[in-house]
């Protein structure tokens, strides 16, 4: 087990992929909270599509242990954006106990509504830097859903057999020799493609894609990407030819691709080879076939200076709905609690779930899925990037202009000096308000 101390470092590795997260309303008209008889109803906002079917059967446990207690879990996700619900949740008045944040403009918009969580016991236990976009003075405003890595996942068993070693895999130059190495062999090895790009997901493109080349502008540092008036996209060049790359060599047409389609139907029927996506991916994976879920693997995204490294981070938190009776308050937070720091709660966040815990208290020896393993090690050995997407302006910047953008280059109606000009002016419109 890690220090906290050891984490310190990757306080500016945190923020996220808005994509997780979503939940059900149980409020009625007069903001009060819902009972269902004589229980207390706690609703939860969640988009975690990944882990659905296990985060309900873990809320059925605590609600065995806690027979008051009712709750009542939405999942939105895939191809789904979850902060546009969110915000139509609040706006119609329908407004969940438990809902998600993912970093600092997140707590200004919902500031309002969020609740002081500093004295749970799981915000005691929250791994040092794991906090920092979510703290306001001495308030601390959301507690660390996970630590989420992500790459290029891969099947190690058509590397192998394509004669490819992926430890030699580092600048874009190798990558791009192994991918025409595997497109080169695709028959023999039984696949349709060599990447499945699922261009159809904006957040695949402008926040988790954007961010590899971004976050070195911005020191790694979410808040520096927060503070920050324009971009200017340093490595933008970097970025168009890993767009490219992946588009060539993709399943087609990428722009009608999707999320569902890239990790079922084409990554776990080893249709293609390698796919840009997270640890979030495996239950998904092992769900199609569990014996080919434990021989996949993650090759960091090349990024000139930083090959070798990959971006690791919190992903998004959960914060608590203040706008309810006490009592539904302190059921929410008392959930959350036991999520994290019971015995129930733990085994199930590392086992069922499969997370990278981001609290103290967890046997990291006992992380079981080989992503988050990979991942783990990434992280223990500094090799990491930052994620620094939560700091986008709030357009959403990332899901709302240049995703957008880049999927109009793709489709042949913008150039990439469109793409970087819109994308700047768009931030720096923003930032000016």
Not at 13 to 32: F, H, K, M
Not at 222 to 248: H, I, Y
Not at 303 to 311: A, R, T, W, Y
């Amino acid at each position: 087990m890690k220090s906290k101390k050891f984490y310190a470092k990757m306080a500016s590795a945190i923020a996220v992929s808005g994509l997780l997260l979503a939940g059900c309303s149980s409020s009625d008209e007069g903001g009060e909270g819902a009972t269902s008889g004589d229980k207390i109803e706690i609703s939860i906002f969640q988009g975690k599509v990944e882990f659905k079917e296990q985060f309900e059967n873990l809320a059925e446990k605590y609600e065995e242990e806690n027979p008051e207690i009712d709750i009542k879990i939405e999942t939105v996700g895939g191809g789904t954006e979850y902060a546009p619900v969110l915000k139509s949740k609040f706006s119609s008045g329908d407004e969940p106990n438990i809902f998600n944040v993912t970093g600092p403009q997140d707590v200004i918009d919902y500031k309002e509504s969020l609740t002081d969580l500093a004295s749970t016991d799981a915000a005691k236990a929250a791994l040092d830097g794991t906090l920092a976009t979510v703290t306001d003075g001495e308030q601390i405003l959301g507690l660390p859903f996970n630590q989420e890595g992500y790459g290029l996942i891969y099947n190690k068993t058509v590397f192998e057999e394509a004669g490819i070693n992926p430890d030699e895999i580092l600048s874009f130059e190798d990558l791009e020799k192994a991918v025409k190495t595997l497109d080169s062999k695709k028959d023999d090895l039984g696949l349709e493609a060599v990447f499945a790009l699922p261009a159809k997901e904006a957040w695949v493109l402008g926040d988790h894609l954007a961010n590899a080349f971004l976050a070195p502008e911005f020191d790694h540092d979410v808040m520096n990407s927060f503070n920050a008036d324009t971009v200017t996209f340093e490595k933008g060049d970097e970025m168009k030819r890993f767009v490219d790359l992946q588009n060539e060599y993709s399943v087609q047409p990428v722009l009608s691709l999707d999320y569902s389609q890239q990790v079922e139907e084409y990554f776990s029927l080893q249709k293609v080879a390698l796919i840009q996506q997270g640890n979030w991916i495996f239950p998904s994976v092992e769900q199609m076939d569990p014996e080919f879920a434990q021989n996949i693997g993650v090759l960091p995204i090349p990024v000139e200076g930083f090959e070798g490294s990959i971006p690791v981070g919190v992903p998004n938190y959960w914060a608590v709905n203040n706008n309810f009776d006490e009592e539904v308050v302190e059921a929410s937070k008392d959930f959350l609690d036991w999520m994290y720091t019971s015995e129930t709660g733990k085994e199930a966040v590392l086992n069922d779930f499969k997370f990278i815990p981001a609290y103290e208290g967890y046997d990291t020896s006992k992380i079981s899925d080989p992503l988050s393993q990979d991942i783990y090690n990434y992280a223990s050995e500094g090799k990491t990037i930052g994620w620094i997407f939560a700091g986008y302006p709030s357009n959403p910047w990332g899901t709302g202009v240049i995703g957008p953008n880049i999927q109009k280059y793709l489709a042949g109606e913008m150039t990439w000096e469109e793409v970087q000009a819109d994308s700047i002016a768009k931030w720096e419109e923003e930032r000016s308000k």
